[in-house]
Every structure is written in structure tokens, then in C-alpha cells.
T-cell receptor
Framework: SQTIHQWPATLVQPVGSPLSLECTVE??????LYWYRQAAGRGLQLLFY??????ISSEVPQNLSASRPQDRQFILSSKKLLLSDSGFYLC???????????FGQGTRLTVV | GQNIDQPTEMTATEGAIVQINCTYQ??????LFWYQQHAGEAPTFLSY????GLEEKGRFSSFLSRSKGYSYLLLKELQMKDSASYLC???????????FGPGTRLSVLP
């Protein structure tokens, strides 16, 4: 069966520090991968998606970047965090079409 | 552009039935999905509609009308543990991305 792992679960980082969140998927190959951010009490905002290794599309211009160095690994990064980067970050995967997305446990990021 | 609308909050009583509506206007349609999200946790998949009509899964049912851009999630025999946010999402376009609505926060009262 397929599983998705995302870490860390919580993170407190000072303004201006770098960020690296990692997500890995097991039990499937060539998945679509997604990074979402959820502000408190709000819906999910799509940040990045990837349909294959090295293929990254950004939905919203921002202080963040994403990379997919391996088929089932998706990394969210920032060189210098802003206060506005605080939020709940969710990694997700899906098959190419007509199926649901499965979410990792999420990372609660607080920038102080 | 993509627009998905849901009521912000709903309240219902334990044992009752509640219907959560979702309307959408999207460029392309590859299915409508409902997710449940408890506070502080990741969303979990509930149901999926790609054709018009009703899909039933135990206490949960979901309905879709593609011509009206409308769906609802029906929860029967409400339990306290059903208190959560319910997210409507549409899979769109050639890239098969998921666009989420703002979510409906449901409170189940004793």
C-alpha cells in the first residue's frame, strides 16, 4: 500500500533563517506531488506541484521554492523566512488522473 | 479562474442529518472530492464524484450536478466526532491539479 511521510511535524524558525521541509512517498511510482499551505481557519492554497523528477510548477509567486530530486521525494525550501511564511504546510500525492489526493501529516511552521 | 464556494460554518445536533453545499466555477473538471479535516490534522479523503448523481458510503453521501456546478455532502446520524472542517475540492485541467474551497466548519452539539 502507498504511504506518505512528511517531516518535521512542528517547526519554529526565526525570521531570515532557511527552511527545508521534506516529503517522501512509498508504494507508487511517478506520482503527482503537491505542496499546499493552509493559513489558520482557511482553505488550502496550492504552492507547487510536480508531475516528474525535476519538473516543478509554481502556482503563487513567493519566498519559497520546491525541488524533486528523486521520483518520490519532494522538498520545500526557503533561503530566508518571512513572518508571513507561518502556516500549516501539507504535502500530497496522487495518481495522474481521476483519483483522490493523499496528504502527509503536515508541518506547523511558526516564524518568529 | 477557479472559484469554489462553501458555507463558512454550520451547526447540527448529534443524531441529526446535515447537508454541506459546494458550488464551483472552474476551467475544466476532472472530478469533485470531499475531505474531512480535524483541527490541527491533515485532510482525509471522504468521497469522490465524477458523474452526476449520488454516491453513498456508509453515513456519508455525496451528490454532484455538473451542469449546475453544484455538489453536496450529506452526513447522517451525526456523531460528536464528526465535528471538523469539510473541504470541497475540484480536480481541474490538463495538469490535474486540485483546487480547494475554503472549507465548512461543522460543530456537532449534544
Amino acid at each position: 500500500s502507498q504511504t506518505i511521510h512528511q517531516w518535521p511535524a512542528t517547526l519554529v524558525q526565526p525570521v531570515g533563517s532557511p527552511l527545508s521541509l521534506e516529503c517522501t512517498v512509498e508504494g507508487t511510482s511517478n506520482p503527482n506531488l503537491y505542496w499546499y499551505r493552509q493559513a489558520a481557519g482557511r482553505g488550502l492554497q496550492l504552492l507547487f506541484y510536480s508531475v516528474g523528477i525535476g519538473q516543478i510548477s509554481s502556482e503563487v509567486p513567493q519566498n519559497l521554492s520546491a525541488s524533486r530530486p528523486q521520483d518520490r521525494q519532494f522538498i520545500l525550501s526557503s533561503k530566508k523566512l518571512l513572518l508571513s511564511d507561518s502556516g500549516f504546510y501539507l504535502c500530497a500525492w496522487s495518481e495522474y488522473k481521476n483519483t483522490e489526493a493523499f496528504f502527509g501529516q503536515g508541518t506547523r511552521l511558526t516564524v518568529v | 479562474g477557479q472559484n469554489i464556494d462553501q458555507p463558512t460554518e454550520m451547526t447540527a445536533t448529534e443524531g441529526a442529518i446535515v447537508q454541506i453545499n459546494c458550488t464551483y466555477q472552474t476551467s475544466g473538471f476532472n472530478g469533485l472530492f470531499w475531505y474531512q479535516q480535524h483541527a490541527g490534522e491533515a485532510p482525509t479523503f471522504l468521497s469522490y464524484n465524477v458523474l452526476d448523481g449520488l454516491e453513498e458510503k456508509g453515513r456519508f453521501s455525496s451528490f454532484l450536478s455538473r451542469s449546475k456546478g453544484y455538489s453536496y455532502l450529506l452526513l447522517k446520524e451525526l456523531q460528536m466526532k464528526d465535528s471538523a472542517s469539510y473541504l470541497c475540492a475540484v480536480r481541474v485541467g490538463r495538469r490535474q491539479n486540485f483546487v480547494f474551497g475554503p472549507g465548512t466548519r461543522l460543530s456537532v452539539l449534544p
